[in-house]
């Protein structure tokens, strides 16, 4: 239990790099465990649109860069944390309801395929729990939750065009 609340201090009072490393790591050990059964069963994924980026010939434009960089980060901070974290505050919902809203927004709009909605659900819910952890400290939870995703979006860029991975 020591080593929970610990972790919470760490998370909650982080500089911004140190956050963003955090987050940047919780994300992407989420993704490999939800990638992992469908890889080692060889499940097919359910594609629902087109991605944004073709991974088999990646390229990226400045309006995706833009996109996913910048307005992305911006946009879905407001609306999938910081509003949602009012709601818990008008409403007067614990953080279990308003992580399990934010997730289900969140992984909503990220409808790509079935597996990436999955995974984004679980995304949602690192990005609103330490939100609300951050919140906590009052440690600038909208730059520290905007820069953390901005910062995974560069990663995944970065991955889809090094390594041609998603």
């Not at 308003?98 to 995974?119: A, D, G, P, T």
């Not at 609300?132 to 990663?155: D, V």
Request: contains cysteine.
């Amino acid at each position: 239990m020591y080593n929970i609340h610990r972790l919470k201090k760490i998370i909650g009072k982080a500089n911004m790099i140190q956050f963003c490393l955090i987050v940047l790591v919780a994300v992407n050990l989420t993704k490999a465990i939800v990638y992992l059964p469908f890889k080692m069963f060889q499940l097919e994924d359910i594609q629902f649109r087109e991605e944004l980026i073709n991974p088999e010939q990646p390229t990226l434009t400045v309006t995706i860069l833009i996109s996913a960089l910048i307005l992305a980060p911006i946009v879905e901070t407001a609306l999938f944390q910081t509003l949602i974290y009012q709601l818990k505050k008008w409403l007067h919902f614990n953080n279990i309801t308003i992580v399990l809203i934010s997730s289900v927004c969140f992984s909503l709009v990220h409808n790509f395929s079935l597996l990436y909605i999955i995974s984004t659900f679980f995304i949602g819910s690192i990005l609103m729990y330490t939100y609300i952890l951050r919140s906590e400290y009052n440690n600038k939870p909208y730059w520290s939750m905007t820069l953390a995703h901005s910062t995974l979006n560069a990663f995944a860029l970065f991955m889809l065009l090094v390594f041609e991975i998603l």
